[in-house]
């Protein structure tokens, strides 16, 4: 059975860090472009980052750029999202989802997606 796990997530004050995990069972996660969505109440999900299969690259929102680290260890079938310096912006339920190669910026374009995780950022 095709399934992503996630995990860690929580509340952060602002300028904190969390990582989240997202890990596959049933296939390999390297064989996937794995993207973070997030959504926001009254929001529609948006696009954090992704990591391609084909060749790793990396793809971040402008709103996460130098915040936010994407990272894949093929060894654990896991791919991670470290978030730093976090701010209240980035409260959302995250999800991680997999596609075929190569990263795309919308959600319909994922078939298969975590079960989300509340990150909350507040002081």
């Known amino acids: 059975q095709v399934q992503l796990v996630q995990s860690g997530g929580g509340s952060v004050q602002p300028g904190g860090s969390l990582r989240l995990s997202c890990a596959a069972s049933?296939?390999?996660?390297?064989?996937?472009?794995i993207g973070w969505f997030r959504q926001a109440p009254g929001k529609e999900r948006e696009g954090v980052s992704c990591?391609?299969?084909?060749?790793?690259?990396?793809y971040y929102a402008d709103s996460v750029k130098g915040r936010f680290t994407i990272s894949r260890d093929n060894a654990k079938n896991t791919v991670y999202l470290q978030m730093n310096s976090l701010k209240p912006m980035d409260t959302a339920v995250y999800y991680c989802?997999?596609?075929?190669?190569?990263?795309?910026?919308?959600?319909?374009?994922?078939?298969?997606w975590g079960q989300g995780t509340q990150v909350t950022v507040s002081s």
């Open positions: 989802a997999a596609r075929g190669r190569r990263c795309r910026a919308t959600a319909r374009d994922y078939a298969a």
């Open positions: 990591i391609s299969s084909s060749d790793g690259s990396t």
């Open positions: 049933g296939f390999s996660l390297d064989s996937y472009a």
